[in-house]
T-cell receptor, first 112, second 115 residues
Framework: AQSVTQLDSHVSVSEGTPVLLRCNYSSSYSPSLFWYVQHPNKGLQLLLKYTSAATLVKGINGFEAEFKKSETSFHLTKPSAHMSDAAEYFCVVQSPGGKLIFGQGTELSVKP | KAGVTQTPRYLIKTRGQQVTLSCSPISGHRSVSWYQQTPGQGLQFLFEYFSETQRNKGNFPGRFSGRQFSNSRSEMNVSTLELGDSALYLC??????????????FGSGTQLSVL
């Protein structure tokens, strides 16, 4: 069975400081992993995906994530937070059959 | 190119009624998948349709059903509504099936309230 755990329900950073959103996964197979962002009253938008190519994945808006098999982690980072980054972020693992399993989400607040 | 369109945006129903939600994918996309989002359970996968066939189904009771038409538009139906069905229902479209790991494009959702 596959599962995903986002270790923080809420993260608060100051504008211009680094962002770290943590995600651990459990999978019997080599997983496909994604990070999605959801702004208020909007649908989800794909930030980046890992599908067994390079372990460091670069996404949109300056975000990147590193797949670490030994730690079963796929943490999302950004060097410098912007006010527009305030949103909810979801780590997602995909089963071989295609089903998406979502983490509980991490709400990111960015203080001026 | 128009994005994924979900209608209606808001819906209020009472217990025991049924409801139908609509999702129009991006032109050319053949896969539509549906998700339920609640504060308690988070985001959960409902089902996926590709070329009018259901390919995947999540762990939801049979009251939740869907279909896809030849133009790839999809509808989701919930019968005998329960209070716990109150949620934001999202649909997403992609060119290929979910197994191809292609990018999903999400609609803004239908907010269903069951009274």
């Amino acid at each position: 069975a596959q599962s995903v755990t986002q270790l923080d329900s809420h993260v608060s950073v100051s504008e211009g400081t680094p962002v770290l959103l943590r995600c651990n996964y459990s999978s019997s197979y080599s997983p496909s992993l994604f990070w999605y962002v959801q702004h208020p009253n909007k649908g989800l938008q794909l930030l980046l995906k890992y599908t067994s190519a390079a372990t460091l994945v670069k996404g949109i808006n300056g975000f990147e994530a590193e797949f670490k098999k030994s730690e079963t982690s796929f943490h999302l980072t950004k060097p410098s937070a912007h006010m527009s980054d305030a949103a909810e972020y979801f780590c997602v693992v995909q089963s071989p059959g295609g089903k998406l399993i979502f983490g509980q989400g991490t709400e990111l607040s960015v203080k001026p | 190119k128009a994005g994924v369109t979900q209608t209606p945006r808001y819906l209020i129903k009472t217990r025991g009624q049924q409801v139908t939600l609509s999702c129009s994918p991006i032109s050319g996309h053949r896969s539509v998948s549906w998700y339920q989002q609640t504060p308690g359970q988070g985001l959960q996968f409902l089902f996926e349709y590709f070329s009018e066939t259901q390919r995947n189904k999540g762990n939801f009771p049979g009251r939740f059903s869907g279909r896809q038409f030849s133009n790839s538009r999809s509808e989701m139906n919930v019968s005998t509504l329960e209070l716990g069905d109150s949620a934001l229902y999202l649909c997403a479209s992609s060119l290929g099936t979910l197994t191809t790991n292609e990018k999903l494009f999400f609609g803004s959702g239908t907010q269903l309230s069951v009274l």
